[in-house]
């Protein structure tokens, strides 16, 4: 099955230099929804998604799903009135050892806020679901399997003991990844797994490693429209990567 997953991370104006290329400015963040909107897409959280794939239940074929890493406060702050405009979902991945601090992983080059709980809890009732981004964003490829399970089992907990409910969904810190941590993540009881680049012929051939977009600020609307498209999934599908 092929349907787009979108992958953002900061969506505000004006990033330094180390965030530009994760950062999409608010007017193209709006000029992107507006034309799924227009184009009648069908915007469905991850957790939808993995639901009718585990079931063969049917997806409308102009499907996508949108999803953003980190956790940043821009995304409450710009992103989410977007989404709310066009009455849009979306499933954001935590960082649950930095919620309501900065990030951590980058402090070397840029300081920036991350979610604090109630904003969390507060999104999370208005049609926003929340997934795991690790404990604390290593580099998984430094790390022991030990290690690499208790940064994600550990995860899933804080981000479940703040919303009072069960989170299914997991993406890969740095994108790294391989079958033994796949196996780690469904071992910890996560339903599926998001990385950017994958081996799949299809987007979710392998739950535990679905390809995703990554949607940059130099897409204009025309590759924006590209690579949402089921020929540029195909052709992804082909080249594998």
């Known amino acids: 099955m092929n349907i787009p997953i979108l992958m953002y991370h900061h969506v505000k104006n004006d990033p330094v230099p180390f965030e ?31 639901s009718a794939v585990k079931s063969n239940e049917k997806i409308l074929a102009k499907t996508c799903v949108i999803t953003f890493d980190d956790g940043y406060e821009n995304f409450l ?22 919620i309501g601090d900065i990030s951590k992983w980058d402090a070397k080059y840029v300081n920036a806020k991350l979610l604090s709980k109630e904003q969390i809890c507060e999104l999370s009732k208005n049609g926003i679901s929340f997934g795991s981004h ?18 994600i089992v550990e995860s899933k907990k804080e981000i479940e003991g703040i919303l009072g409910k069960r989170i299914n969904t997991f993406s890969y810190p740095y994108n790294e990844y391989n079958f033994n941590i796949e196996k780690l993540v469904e071992k910890a009881g996560f339903d599926c797994a998001c990385a950017i680049r994958s081996h799949n012929r299809t987007v979710t051939e392998n739950v535990y490693a679905l390809r995703r977009i990554n949607v940059k600020n130099s897409d204009k609307l025309f590759q924006f429209s590209r690579k949402i498209s ?10 594998r990567r």
């Open 134 to 151: 690790s404990k604390t964003h290593p580099h998984f490829s430094k790390l022991n399997s030990d290690e690499i399970l208790r940064e």
């Open 77 to 98: 702050d710009f992103a989410y009135p977007v989404l709310q405009k066009y009455n849009f979902v979306a499933t954001v991945f935590l960082t649950s050892g930095c």
């Open 230 to 239: 089921r020929w540029y999934l195909w052709y992804r599908g082909i080249r």
């Open 20 to 50: 530009a290329s994760f950062t999409v400015s608010i007017d193209n963040f709006e000029q992107q929804m507006q034309y799924l909107n227009n184009k009648k897409y069908n915007i469905i959280t991850l957790e939808d998604l993995i």
